[in-house]
Protein backbone atom coordinates (compact mmCIF):
# COMPACT_ATOMS: atom_id res chain seq x y z
CA UNK A 1 0.00 0.00 0.00
CA UNK A 2 1.29 3.36 -0.65
CA UNK A 3 1.32 6.76 1.82
CA UNK A 4 -1.98 8.41 0.20
CA UNK A 5 -4.11 4.95 0.69
CA UNK A 6 -2.59 4.75 4.38
CA UNK A 7 -3.70 8.85 4.82
CA UNK A 8 -6.64 8.34 3.55
CA UNK A 9 -7.76 4.78 5.59
CA UNK A 10 -6.54 6.79 8.63
CA UNK A 11 -8.93 10.09 7.85
CA UNK A 12 -11.74 8.77 6.51
CA UNK A 13 -14.11 6.29 7.64
CA UNK A 14 -14.37 2.43 5.75
CA UNK A 15 -17.84 2.39 4.69
CA UNK A 16 -17.48 6.05 3.05
CA UNK A 17 -14.16 5.02 1.38
CA UNK A 18 -15.98 1.30 0.29
CA UNK A 19 -18.13 3.50 -1.96
CA UNK A 20 -15.11 4.02 -4.24
CA UNK A 21 -14.21 2.12 -6.82
CA UNK A 22 -11.07 3.83 -7.82
CA UNK A 23 -9.41 7.27 -5.98
CA UNK A 24 -6.79 9.11 -7.66
CA UNK A 25 -4.20 11.31 -5.71
CA UNK A 26 -4.18 14.82 -7.07
CA UNK A 27 -1.36 16.73 -5.39
CA UNK A 28 -0.33 17.61 -2.01
CA UNK A 29 -0.62 21.21 -1.76
CA UNK A 30 1.08 23.96 1.48
CA UNK A 31 -2.43 25.04 3.54
CA UNK A 32 -2.99 28.11 3.56
CA UNK A 33 -3.05 29.58 7.28
CA UNK A 34 -5.54 32.37 5.84
CA UNK A 35 -8.13 29.38 5.54
CA UNK A 36 -8.22 28.43 9.63
CA UNK A 37 -11.50 28.76 11.01
CA UNK A 38 -12.90 29.77 7.33
CA UNK A 39 -14.67 27.68 5.05
CA UNK A 40 -13.46 26.75 1.78
CA UNK A 41 -15.03 26.73 -1.14
CA UNK A 42 -14.19 24.69 -4.75
CA UNK A 43 -12.45 27.78 -6.52
CA UNK A 44 -10.56 27.77 -3.24
CA UNK A 45 -9.13 24.46 -3.45
CA UNK A 46 -8.73 24.97 -7.51
CA UNK A 47 -6.45 27.80 -6.96
CA UNK A 48 -4.58 26.34 -4.10
CA UNK A 49 -3.90 23.19 -6.76
CA UNK A 50 -2.97 25.65 -9.42
CA UNK A 51 -0.20 27.46 -7.00
CA UNK A 52 1.60 24.17 -6.85
CA UNK A 53 3.39 25.76 -3.72
CA UNK A 54 4.27 23.18 -1.27
CA UNK A 55 6.72 23.00 1.91
CA UNK A 56 6.85 19.66 3.10
CA UNK A 57 7.67 21.30 7.08
CA UNK A 58 4.28 22.64 7.13
CA UNK A 59 0.61 21.61 7.37
CA UNK A 60 0.05 20.09 3.50
CA UNK A 61 -3.51 19.40 1.79
CA UNK A 62 -3.91 16.21 0.21
CA UNK A 63 -6.47 16.43 -2.96
CA UNK A 64 -8.08 13.05 -3.92
CA UNK A 65 -10.95 12.17 -6.82
CA UNK A 66 -12.57 9.50 -5.39
CA UNK A 67 -14.90 7.95 -8.11
CA UNK A 68 -18.35 5.96 -7.25
CA UNK A 69 -19.97 2.84 -9.66
CA UNK A 70 -22.04 5.38 -11.33
CA UNK A 71 -19.25 7.15 -12.39
CA UNK A 72 -19.95 10.38 -9.88
CA UNK A 73 -16.48 11.55 -8.30
CA UNK A 74 -16.10 13.42 -5.52
CA UNK A 75 -12.95 15.39 -4.33
CA UNK A 76 -11.42 14.71 -1.04
CA UNK A 77 -9.46 17.37 0.28
CA UNK A 78 -6.93 15.76 3.86
CA UNK A 79 -5.95 17.89 6.42
CA UNK A 80 -2.46 16.54 6.74
CA UNK A 81 -0.29 18.09 9.91
CA UNK A 82 3.06 18.08 9.90
CA UNK A 83 3.13 18.16 13.38
CA UNK A 84 3.45 14.30 14.40
CA UNK A 85 1.38 14.06 17.33
CA UNK A 86 -1.40 15.86 15.44
CA UNK A 87 -3.69 13.13 12.94
CA UNK A 88 -4.65 13.82 9.51
CA UNK A 89 -8.17 14.75 8.97
CA UNK A 90 -10.79 15.25 6.37
CA UNK A 91 -11.09 19.27 5.73
CA UNK A 92 -13.61 19.16 3.12
CA UNK A 93 -15.77 16.76 0.91
CA UNK A 94 -16.96 18.36 -2.39
CA UNK A 95 -19.46 16.20 -3.99
CA UNK A 96 -20.22 14.68 -7.54
CA UNK A 97 -17.86 17.29 -9.14
CA UNK A 98 -18.36 17.89 -12.76
CA UNK A 99 -17.01 15.67 -15.35
CA UNK A 100 -14.78 18.89 -16.89
CA UNK A 101 -13.06 19.58 -13.84
CA UNK A 102 -12.51 15.69 -12.83
CA UNK A 103 -10.84 15.38 -16.20
CA UNK A 104 -8.96 18.23 -15.60
CA UNK A 105 -7.82 17.78 -12.34
CA UNK A 106 -6.78 13.64 -13.51
CA UNK A 107 -3.96 14.75 -16.16
CA UNK A 108 -1.56 14.60 -13.77
CA UNK A 109 -2.83 12.21 -11.22
CA UNK A 110 -1.67 9.08 -9.49
CA UNK A 111 -3.76 5.83 -8.93
CA UNK A 112 -3.85 4.63 -5.40
CA UNK A 113 -7.03 1.97 -5.50
Known sequence: M???FNLLTESCD???LSKY???YHIKSCS???SFIGNSISLDDI???INKGFINIQNDTLEIF???KEDNMSDLIVIY???ELFENPYVYKIISTINEELKNQLLINSVQIK
Open 2 to 4: NSW
Open 14 to 16: KND
Open 21 to 23: VTI
Open 31 to 33: YDE
Open 46 to 48: ISI
Open 65 to 67: VAM
Open 80 to 82: NPF
